[in-house]
Structures are given as C-alpha cells and as structure tokens.
C-alpha cells in the first residue's frame, strides 16, 4: 500500500534547494540545514539532543507555542490530578456553551448537541493527540487558569517561556500568539522531563502524544516509518499572508532505545502550510541521519 504522507513529502522536498538532495552534498549537519532553509522567508528555531549530540540554531529566540503549549497544559492537569488522588477515568460535564464555534474543535463536531459526559482521559487526549481547541480550554480552567499552568511549568526548573492566554484568547485575537512563547532550547528541555523523569505521573501524556493525528507531514513525514514517534504539533492562522506560527516537537525513539529530542519552530513564514511542512520534515530527517551516522 503506497503511504500517501511519505509520498507527499517526497514531493514536497522538491521544493526545498536542489543541492540538498543532489551531488555535492554539503558535509556537515549545519550546512545541510542550512541549505534545507536557503532562501525560505521564514524564521526557524531548532533544538535537538540524543545522548552526547545536540544541535543548535537558534534555539534561544522566542517563538509563538501555537498548540504546542497544550503539552503545558497537559502537565499541569496531571500533576493537579496526582496531588488529588483524581483519576483518568473521572467524567467531566462539557456544557454545549463550553463548545465554542468558529474554533478547531473535533469534540465540538463530534457532539454537536454539546452537555456530553466524557472522562478526563478522553477530553485530555482530544486536547493533545487531536488538539482540540475546546478542550483545552476546560483544562486550563480546571488548572485554575493559564497563570497556573505557567507557574507550574517554572516549579520544574524550566524557563525561557510564558504563557499568558488561553486559545479563546488567542483566537479572538492572533496577535496574542506572540504573548505564549518558548524558545526551542526550553521546549525540548522540557520533553526530556516529560520522557524521563516523573515516569508514572506524565506517562498518559506520553502515550496521548504518540497517537498524534495532527501534523502528519511533519517530523513524523521525516522519520523513517520503523521508528516510533511521540509529538504535538502547533499551526496559526495568517495576518495578510504571514504565518504566525508553524512547529512540531518530538521523541523518535532510536533503534538504540535512546530518545531523539527533536523541537522545530518556524514563525513569521511567508511560505505555504505545505513548504513549512517539508521543512520541518527536512530538518528532522537530517537530524535522524546524523544521529544514526553517529551510531546513537
């Protein structure tokens, strides 16, 4: 069976510099990439680490989380639930004006009629592995607000990020999508806490991220199919043609069973969804065929 996505991203890699993928490849990982980004109009942040590698660029400029805070969110729900003793399978109570229209929201269409019981389990994985727009926002109420999930997000030691809005917020205006940023450095600092330590209390988020359905054309579209893949992805819309924001952080778990740390960040694109995409894709592979080269 063909796998459309990899197709379409060997398509869009057409699109990118011809001399990445002729002869004459440039040598290092950063010249690689930075082929891969020759003349896009777009800022790209990366950060990546697995084992004694890392690789760098620009990953202490800020940049919009767009959906990936929904990882925040996510932390800071589950550690409220384990000081509680409240468990996974505890339903929650979605009144219909919790559903908001002209925002993504599968769960909204999904239950249309709105005043649905679902269990936190389900609206968190909606949230994450489906980013849910909705749903979201009633965790973060029930986090006791954005602040809180910032301020729990700091307790673990991790800065050079703010949260100040939830997608409510942010969609009523796409400006404050600039307000909720994390450099690159920050976000895969903290997925190495979320895939190393405090095992059972982020394990449901672990497994939520590796059933992502969003973003497919990615990292994931990047990495070869054998190798397991955990991410959240974030997308926003334009402001006279320019993307805000476009990213995907993962853990592709190498054959060595060392996790790949891979954050990729692109803001200010006046590219197509479909160039951001591939880029994003190509960076992640370039990284993966570094980090197996290296025998990690």
């Known amino acids: ?156 030691g991790v800065d050079g990020f703010r949260l100040m809005h939830d997608e409510d917020a942010m969609h009523r205006d796409i400006t404050r999508c600039y307000d909720n940023w994390s450099t690159p450095e920050a976000m895969t600092r903290l997925m190495k806490i979320v895939f190393e330590g405090s095992a059972p209390l982020y394990a449901p988020l672990r497994s939520m991220m590796a059933a992502t359905v969003t973003g497919a054309d990615k990292i994931r579209a990047g990495v070869p199919e054998s190798l397991p893949v955990a991410h959240k992805t974030g997308s926003s819309d334009r402001i006279a043609g320019i993307k805000t924001g476009d990213n995907d952080v993962a853990v592709v778990r190498m054959p060595s069973g060392r996790n790949c740390y891979i954050t990729v960040f692109i803001k200010d694109s006046a590219e197509t969804d479909a160039v951001n995409a591939a880029v994003i894709a190509a960076v992640a592979r370039e990284i993966v065929e570094e980090v197996t080269a290296r025998g990690l």
């Open 1 to 156: 069976m063909i796998n459309l996505t990899r197709l379409f991203f060997l398509f869009a890699v057409t699109l990118l510099p011809c001399r990445l993928w002729c002869a004459g490849m440039p040598s290092s990982l950063a010249e690689r990439i930075d082929s891969i980004l020759s003349g896009r109009r777009m800022t790209v942040g990366v950060s990546a680490e697995c084992g004694d590698f890392s690789y760098v660029m620009n990953a202490r400029v800020r940049f919009p989380l767009m959906s990936v805070f929904k990882v925040h969110v996510a932390m800071k729900v589950l550690a409220d639930m384990s000081a509680s003793g409240t468990s996974l399978d505890t339903v929650v109570h979605v009144e219909r004006a919790m559903l908001r229209e002209n925002t993504y929201s599968p769960l909204r269409d999904a239950r249309p009629s709105g005043d649905v019981d679902i269990t936190l389990a389900g609206l968190m994985r909606y949230s994450v592995a489906e980013s849910d727009n909705n749903a979201c926002d009633i965790l973060i109420r029930m986090a006791g607000g954005i602040g809180q999930v910032d301020r729990y997000v700091r307790s673990l």
